[in-house]
């Protein structure tokens, strides 16, 4: 067996339910709704040790991406404005686009890679991710890297 990467993204349904219960702590400490870590852990209903073993290695996806460069990868059908199109969801939804790395289309499709720096953007990276793979002409979208 290789090396074991560092990170995973694992959908929260597939994860123990400490992870979630840690998260949530976090998320009511960082809002103000609880001003302590006895406070948020008691409302969660996990142990003080529990949060203080994983606070620092647990965090949702969208918490990684503030002020953070997102890789997507994305499947175009060879048509006209169809690269414009997906350019203009990212600028709507407040993602700042730091490259586009387009190949040369074959088979009728191009493969194009976007750098968004995701500190501006408005809503959730699954609703952007969302927004693009219902752009006409769009084949898939996905996260590669961030």
């Known amino acids: 067996m290789g090396k074991i990467p560092d990170y995973f993204i694992v959908e929260a349904t597939a994860l123990p339910e ?4 840690v ?7 960082e809002t103000g709704e609880v001003a302590a870590v006895n406070e948020a852990t008691r409302r969660v209903g996990i142990s003080r040790s529990a949060f203080y073993k994983y606070k620092d290695t647990v965090r ?4 990684m991406l503030h ?4 890789t997507f990868q994305i499947l175009l059908k060879d048509e006209k404005g169809v690269l414009s199109s997906v ?4 600028a709507q939804s407040g993602g700042n686009i730091l490259t586009i790395n387009q190949g040369i289309p074959t088979g009728g ?3 194009v890679s976007v750098g968004t720096e995701m500190s501006g953007l408005d809503g959730s990276i699954e609703d952007l991710v ?3 793979s219902e752009t006409t002409g769009v ?3 996905e996260i590669v890297a961030g």
Do not use: H, M, W
């Open 67 to 70: 002020g953070r460069i997102v």
């Open 109 to 111: 499709c191009a493969l």
């Open 87 to 90: 350019l203009n969801s990212f």
């Open 23 to 29: 998260a949530e702590a976090k998320r009511i400490l």
């Open 60 to 63: 949702p996806f969208s918490d």
């Open 18 to 21: 400490i992870f979630l219960k």
């Open 130 to 132: 969302a927004k693009i």
């Open 139 to 141: 084949v898939r979208c």
